[in-house]
C-alpha cells in the first residue's frame, strides 16, 4: 500500500496569508527607514543651523597670548572666531536698519504696549527703538537710511562696513540710491576694491560740486563714470537741459524764413546760432537781452507759483 505524501506548502489559504505577512514586513521596514531617515536630516539641519547660528557664546574667551611667536592651532581657531564675529558686526548693522525701516513702514509696532506706559501703544518707531531696544533716535534714522545702500553694494561683493555707508547717506539722500552706490564704485575703481576707506569716500563726496545734476533711474556704473568726469573736469556739472523738439522745429522754420529773405537755399542752425549769441551780448544794442531777461523772470515766476501750489 503505497504512502501518499503532500508536498505543498499547506492550505490554499496559507500563500495569500504569507504574501500579507510579508508585504507588511516590508512597509514596516520602509516605514522605519523613513523615519531614521527624517530623523537623521532633521539631525543634519539642526547642526547647520546651530554652526550658523550668531551668539555671544561662540566667541571665545580673552586669554593671554600662548607665546610671542606664531600662533597655536587653539589661537588660529580663536582668531578665526573673532574674525567671523566682526564680520557678523557688518551684517547686523544693515539687518537692524532694514529691521527697522520695515518695521516703520508697516507701523508693525503699533499694537505693542509701551513698555513704561502699558495703557497705551508706540506712536513711533523711533519711541519703540529707544524704549525697546536702548536705540537712540539718530541711531535709529541712520540705520534706516544706510541699509539700502549696504545692501546694494554687498549683492555687488564689494566688502563695505557701516562707517563707509555712513558717508554715503548724504548722497543717497541728495541723488538717489544708484548715486551713492556709484560714488563707492568709483572710489573702487579707482584705489582698488580693497583699498576703500571711509576717509577716500567722504573726500570724494565733498568734490561733488553743489550743482551736479544725476538722473538716478541710471545704472551706478555709468552715474560713476559721469561723476569722475565732473571731478576731472572733463563734464559740466550742471549739463545744459535739452532743447524741446518744438523749439527746435520753430528755430528751423525760422531758419527757413532767413534763407529766403538773403535768397539762399538754407541758413545752418549753428549760424542761427551764433548770430544769436552775438545779438545776445551785443552791449549796445540790450534787445536780444533783454527778450531772454522777460522770459526767464517769467519762468521762474511760474515755477515759483506751481511750487506754491505743491505745498498747499
Given amino acids: 500500500m503505497s504512502e501518499k505524501f503532500d508536498l505543498g506548502w499547506g492550505d490554499e489559504d496559507e500563500p495569500q496569508e504569507t504574501a500579507n505577512t510579508l508585504t507588511a514586513v516590508d512597509t514596516g521596514r520602509d516605514e522605519k527607514h523613513q523615519q531614521t531617515q527624517a530623523t537623521l536630516i532633521a539631525e543634519h539641519v539642526a547642526a547647520a543651523v546651530e554652526e550658523v547660528r550668531p551668539g555671544l557664546d561662540k566667541i571665545p574667551d580673552p586669554v593671554e597670548p600662548a607665546g610671542e611667536g606664531e600662533l597655536t592651532p587653539e589661537e588660529e581657531e580663536r582668531l578665526a572666531l573673532c574674525d567671523q564675529g566682526i564680520e557678523l558686526h557688518k551684517t547686523a548693522w544693515f539687518m537692524a536698519g532694514k529691521s527697522l525701516d520695515t518695521m516703520a513702514t508697516g507701523r508693525l509696532f503699533r499694537r505693542t504696549p509701551h513698555k513704561l506706559e502699558p495703557e497705551r501703544f508706540y506712536a513711533t518707531i523711533e519711541e519703540w527703538a529707544l524704549v525697546e531696544k536702548g536705540i537712540s533716535v539718530s541711531k535709529c ?39 551713492a552706490v556709484a560714488v563707492y564704485v ?31 533711474d541710471e545704472d551706478p556704473d555709468t552715474l560713476a563714470k559721469t561723476i569722475k568726469g565732473v571731478l576731472l573736469g572733463e563734464l559740466p556739472a550742471s549739463p545744459a537741459p535739452a ?70
Fill in 186 to 216: 568709483l572710489v573702487a575703481d579707482t584705489w582698488g576694491k580693497d583699498n576703500v576707506t571711509a576717509k577716500r569716500l567722504e573726500e570724494t563726496r565733498k568734490l561733488m560740486p553743489g550743482d551736479l545734476k544725476l538722473e538716478d
Fill in 243 to 312: 532743447i524741446p523738439p518744438a523749439v527746435t522745429q520753430a528755430v528751423d522754420r525760422r531758419a527757413v524764413d532767413l534763407a529766403n529773405a538773403f535768397n539762399r537755399s538754407r541758413i545752418p542752425r549753428s549760424e542761427v546760432q551764433l548770430r544769436l549769441l552775438e545779438a545776445f551780448a551785443d552791449p549796445k544794442d540790450t534787445t536780444v537781452y533783454d527778450a531772454v531777461l522777460e522770459r526767464m523772470q517769467k519762468a521762474e515766476q511760474a515755477a515759483k507759483k506751481a511750487a506754491r501750489k505743491a505745498l498747499k
Fill in 141 to 179: 534714522n541712520q540705520y534706516r537710511a544706510a541699509w539700502p545702500v549696504g545692501e546694494v553694494l554687498m549683492a555687488r561683493g564689494y566688502d563695505t562696513n557701516p562707517g563707509q555707508v555712513r558717508e554715503l547717506v548724504p548722497v543717497k539722500n541728495a541723488y538717489g540710491l544708484n548715486a
